[in-house]
């Protein structure tokens, strides 16, 4: 069963800069895509970043030119480095990964990014 664990997260100000990492531990020869989402209170979770087997990356338009995604060549770990963070950007990150054509129904416990202003 594959698992994702998310961690990097902490407490920054505006302009600053953070890494999130996730590792994915399982069966993770069967996964062709992975990505990062994000939570913040009273809103639903969206996508921010994903990133195929392939290379092919895609983004949220109010993260693109300050985020980039980048997997290891393993496959085992994702990861956002997050520039020029803004208060927007204040939520729990999440990572998942996908299998054939589904992403995981269980998802990390996340990591809590939070900018100040």
């Known amino acids: 069963q594959v698992q994702v664990a998310e961690s990097g997260g902490g407490s920054v100000q505006s302009g600053g800069s953070l890494r999130l990492s996730c590792a994915v531990s399982?069966?993770?020869?069967?996964?062709?895509?992975m990505g990062w989402y994000r939570q913040s209170p009273g809103k639903q979770r969206e996508s921010v970043a994903g990133?195929?087997?392939?290379?092919?990356?895609s983004y949220l338009d109010s993260v693109k030119g300050r985020f980039t995604i980048s997997r290891d060549k393993t496959g085992n770990h994702v990861y956002l480095q997050m520039n020029d963070l803004k208060p927007e950007d204040t939520a729990v990150y999440f990572c998942?990964?996908?299998?054939?054509?589904?992403?995981?129904?269980?998802w990390g416990q996340g990591t809590q990014v939070a900018v100040s202003s």
């Open positions: 998942n990964v996908r299998i054939g054509s589904r992403w995981l129904d269980s």
């Open positions: 399982g069966r993770a020869l069967s996964i062709n895509a």
């Open positions: 990133i195929t087997l392939g290379g092919q990356t």
